[in-house]
């Protein structure tokens, strides 16, 4: 069984960055994409971007373009996801997901990690 | 301002049978990109529940089933269960966009 486990939570100031975690086990990590999605306190979801650790390949959303630094480390089984110029609106819970199978089909979940930006 | 829209809440009593709605357009669910659904059960991260193609990971009951046609999909529960309240979202691909699009999710209330 695939099982994503992601880091701990997170308390940044405004302007500042932070890093997430989200380490894969249980399957083939560099084969299948990785993506991020986000959830505001109360908010649906948004998707922020993804990458195909095998090639290397990103993808992001417009929205986070330029802010958002998403990588691999296909020799820990681990993806990333940096955000930059943090502001009181990132405020929220970031989940990793394993695009798996059929289309876009996100079949495993992280656990989330709540990233507070607060002065 | 999600491109996917969906009905804030729907509401059965148990045994009953309740659909959700998700409202596209011809760069995404017209477009014929698949569309799944995830379940959001309070406080934890959202689960896959229905792909595409109709299929459920084990342990989701079939009771649970999705459809899609033109610009819309819908997942439909039947038999509606406590266990069931829930916030459910759809998500399916834009074109326009270029990347994934998640509805605006839908609380599932028992009565």
């Known amino acids: 069984q695939v099982q994503l486990v992601q880091s701990g939570a997170e308390v940044k100031k405004p302007g500042s960055s932070v890093k997430v975690s989200c380490k894969a086990s249980?399957?083939?990590?560099?084969?299948?994409?990785t993506n991020w999605v986000r959830q505001a306190p109360g908010q649906g979801l948004e998707w922020m971007g993804g990458?195909?650790?095998?090639?290397?390949?990103?993808n992001y959303a417009q929205k986070f373009q330029g802010r958002v630094t998403i990588t691999a480390d296909e020799s820990t089984a681990t993806a990333y996801m940096e955000l930059s110029n943090l502001r009181s609106e990132d405020t929220a819970v970031y989940y990793c997901?394993?695009?798996?199978?059929?289309?876009?089909?996100?079949?495993?979940w992280g656990q989330g990690t709540l990233v507070t930006v607060s002065a | 301002q999600s491109v996917l829209t969906q009905p804030p809440s729907v509401s059965g009593a148990p045994g009953q049978r309740v659909t959700i709605s998700c409202t596209g357009s011809?760069?995404?669910?017209?477009?014929?990109?698949?569309v799944h659904w995830y379940q959001q059960l309070p406080g934890t991260a959202p689960k896959f529940l229905i792909s595409?193609?109709?299929n459920r990971p084990s342990g989701v009951p079939d009771r649970f089933s999705g459809s899609k046609s033109g610009t819309s999909a819908s997942l439909a529960i039947t038999g509606l269960q406590a266990e069931d309240e829930a916030d459910y979202y759809c998500?399916?691909?834009?074109?326009?966009?270029?990347?994934?699009?998640f509805g605006t999710g839908t609380r599932v209330t028992v009565l």
């Open positions: 997901a394993r695009e798996g199978g059929s289309q876009g089909l996100f079949d495993f």
């Open positions: 249980g399957g083939t990590f560099s084969s299948y994409a």
């Open positions: 990458i195909i650790p095998i090639l290397s390949i990103t």
């Open positions: 011809s760069s995404n669910i017209g477009a014929d990109y698949d």
């Open positions: 595409g193609n109709n």
């Open positions: 998500q399916s691909y834009d074109s326009g966009l270029s990347h994934y699009v």
